[in-house]
């Protein structure tokens, strides 16, 4: 029997202004609730850490809630039949923004949200539902619900571990989660002599313990004196927020170990987006707004990459007949990540391992790969794709970043760093030369606290094709592309030494020492059923005498006398370079200097003129050496987007998009004065 699920629309509005959208016609948006009913003893949701000890309704089910969003053709019967299932990010609606080209929005409404109208053009329904349980209300992220385990009505208790890395000086207080938006596990003692808060310049480093009569488990508030009127702050006790007198500095990696209480059943999000969605794909009654729906795809990108990844993973593309949930799914700059929301005491809002931030973070863990492979340190053989009646055809694509800095090579290749060959239902796409987060709208290069510019590769020309692709591939059979990734067959994937004799001496270039390594954590005995030891046992990591090459192997792209990428698609911006493109970008001094920044790459501005590269002894070509003119450059560019097209990796509406950001030399997203 289906998982029962009640949608309650609470809202329903013309979407764009009515505008109407080619042969589709106008659209409309609904929001709402959907409130969900689970038996916390089915096979078909077994596996949600410590859903066995959430509480249960009369008949004995759990329920929870969640927040929907859809938009779809006002007139269904104009529409594609499909439905495009966008796991928000942090609870934040993306997939407008890097489809449609569109300004970002958590209440999209206006024309402008539509952007270049990508997916009502093609008659597509859009849907949002929550599935991230930390979560807080506001900003229109979407939220849900879920239950708090007890162990026979007691609260459970653990030990939960937290990061606060500041980017900015002036803060001394933050929520326990570390996220102003997110849920905060409170701490079951507010005494600090029961914790440990520390602070480290590199995630490697010996940690220094701050003492516990210098922070407090406590609030900072702020507002104006009633008296003085003038700016006054106040703190007073709170177990849901630590408060340090001193001040969060930046260039520090703080962390504290507590003992927190009410672990959420957070695994039930896996439950939210199975049952939702597949209750738009096969409801036919008229409770359902998209019945009919005829195919079901899936989109996430990073965090919610992960997510769709450990989604397919653990088989909850099978709804609860055992029926295919999703016909494609296509998760995005993942890298090689997948678990870490389906535990005691998760708070999925946290990132993966980074190199310098949340680097012992549980997001990534074997099975790497989609393909059968066997983890060469355990010996144990997985894979993500292995049911193969409900598995979906897959679309992963990832940017250079994440082979710096998400262990991007495992996604592809075995433990060891050897090509592993894929199932035929699975392409994977290295964008060249591009960053974690491309803004399509970008307007001119960014610096942060990083060494470089920010990389400013557009790259959103890619997921349109894609879709179209996806969409052909699942009704028509009509096979995509073949995957483009490096490998190590023809030298394109390559080790950190390697590349470093490849790359240019840039003046003034500092590049990383490695890419992002893979730490080997042990969690305790009772991982494998969601319960974490913390702080994790280092069985392995960088600051190892032997070095890291006792653990996983993560290898990086091999790149040109440019510096950018040879393998993968090369955006028309990267196969006509203006600059050296990476998936890299270092930390500034007092940032944790010299340390992979986030998810950051970086825009490397050649040399102008002839004149210019001798005066730096830059060993790259000019750009009036590689395109006498402006319109030269122009010119070049949309050959490479034809190019693009005629492999079926671009669509022909996206040449003129791409000429016309290339006039003017690019300006403003590129950084050229002549």
């Known amino acids: 029997m289906t998982t029962p699920i009640e949608l309650r629309i609470t809202d329903r509005r013309p979407f764009a202004n009515g505008h109407v959208f080619g042969e589709t016609g106008a659209y409309e948006r609904l929001s709402g609730r959907v409130v969900f009913?689970?038996?916390?003893?089915?096979?078909?949701?077994?596996?949600?850490?410590?859903?066995?000890?959430?509480?249960?309704?009369?008949?004995?089910?759990?329920?929870?809630?969640?927040?929907?969003?859809?938009?779809k053709p006002v007139d269904l019967r104009r529409g594609n039949r499909r439905v495009f299932y966008d796991y928000g990010n942090r609870g934040h609606k993306r997939a407008l923004q890097f489809f449609n080209d569109a300004l970002h929005s958590n209440d999209p409404l206006s024309l402008d949200h539509a952007g270049n109208g990508f997916f009502m053009r093609r008659g597509y329904s859009v849907a949002w539902v929550a599935w991230e349980g930390d979560m807080l209300p506001g900003d229109g992220r979407l939220v849900l619900d879920v239950p708090v385990a007890t162990e026979h009505g007691q609260t459970i208790t653990d030990?939960?571990?937290?990061?606060?890395i500041p980017d900015g000086p002036g803060a001394s207080c933050y929520p326990l989660s570390g996220r102003v938006a997110a849920h905060s596990y409170r701490t079951a003692s507010m005494d600090t002599r029961d914790a440990v808060f520390t602070r480290r310049r590199y995630p490697y480093d010996p940690p220094e313990v701050i003492p516990h009569d210098q922070w407090a488990f406590a609030s900072e508030m702020l507002g104006l004196g009633a008296e003085t009127k003038v700016a006054e702050r106040a703190v007073a006790p709170s177990d849901w927020h630590i408060h340090y007198?001193?001040?969060?500095?930046?260039?520090?990696?703080?962390?504290?170990?507590?003992?927190?209480?009410?672990?959420?059943?957070?695994?039930?999000?896996?439950?939210?987006?199975?049952?939702?969605?597949?209750?738009?794909?096969?409801?036919?009654?008229e409770a359902n707004p998209l019945r009919g729906t005829e195919k079901a795809y899936a989109w996430g990108r990073s965090q919610t990459g992960r997510c769709l990844r450990d989604f397919v993973y653990r088989g909850y593309n099978a709804d609860a007949k055992g029926r295919r949930v999703f016909d494609g799914v296509m998760p995005h700059v993942a890298g090689a990540g997948r678990k870490w929301m389906n535990h005691r005491f998760s708070n999925p809002i946290v990132s993966g391992g980074q190199q310098y931030e949340d680097h012992f973070n549980i997001a990534d863990s074997f099975p790497f790969s989609y393909a059968w492979s066997t983890d060469h340190l355990t010996g144990k053989?997985?894979?993500?794709?292995?049911?193969?009646?409900?598995?979906?055809?897959?679309?992963?694509?990832?940017t250079s970043t994440e082979y710096w800095v998400r262990r991007g090579s495992l996604a592809h290749t075995d433990t060891q760093g050897n090509d592993l060959p894929q199932p035929d239902t699975v392409r994977l796409y290295c964008w060249s030369s591009s960053q974690h987060s491309a803004n399509p709208l970008l307007k001119a290069p960014e610096r942060g606290i990083g060494r470089h510019y920010s990389n400013n590769v557009a790259t959103s020309m890619f997921f349109r094709a894609m879709l179209d692709a996806m969409d052909a591939w699942a009704t028509r059979g009509e096979r995509p592309p073949d995957s483009r990734v490096p490998s190590r067959a023809d030298n394109t994937l390559v080790d950190h030494a390697t590349w470093?004799?490849?790359?240019?001496?840039?003046?003034?270039?500092?590049?990383?020492?490695?890419?992002?390594?893979?730490?080997?954590?042990d969690f305790g005995p009772d991982a494998d059923k969601g319960i974490l030891r913390e702080p994790p046992v280092l069985v392995h990591g960088r600051n190892d005498p032997d070095g890291p090459g006792l653990g996983y192997t993560v290898l990086v792209p091999a790149v040109d006398r440019d510096g950018n990428d040879i393998p993968?698609?090369?955006a028309p911006m990267v196969a006509v370079p203006l600059g050296t493109y990476t998936g890299w970008n270092p930390r500034a001094h007092g940032h944790g200097h010299g340390v992979q920044w986030r998810f950051e790459g970086s825009y490397i501005p050649f040399p102008e003129t002839p004149a210019e590269r001798a005066a730096t002894s830059d060993p790259r070509a000019s750009i009036l050496e590689r395109y006498p003119a402006k319109q030269v450059y122009r010119d070049a560019i949309v050959a490479a987007a034809r190019e693009l097209v005629a492999q079926g990796l671009m669509l022909e509406e996206d040449v003129e998009r791409c000429a016309v950001m290339a006039a003017d030399w690019g300006r403003p997203r590129h950084d050229v004065s002549l």
């Open 37 to 71: 009913a689970v038996d916390p003893l089915a096979e078909a949701q077994r596996d949600v850490v410590d859903l066995d000890k959430a509480p249960r309704d009369k008949d004995g089910l759990v329920r929870f809630e969640a927040d929907f969003m859809i938009l």
């Open 159 to 164: 030990r939960i571990r937290v990061e606060f």
């Open 245 to 285: 007198a001193a001040g969060f500095k930046p260039g520090w990696i703080y962390e504290l170990l507590y003992t927190a209480k009410d672990p959420k059943v957070m695994g039930l999000g896996h439950v939210a987006v199975r049952d939702f969605c597949a209750f738009l794909k096969y409801d036919t009654s």
């Open 381 to 398: 053989r997985d894979a993500i794709l292995k049911r193969p009646e409900t598995d979906p055809l897959v679309f992963h694509t990832q």
């Open 500 to 521: 470093k004799d490849q790359f240019p001496k840039i003046p003034g270039v500092m590049t990383l020492a490695c890419p992002n390594a893979l730490p080997l954590l």
């Open 568 to 570: 993968g698609v090369r």
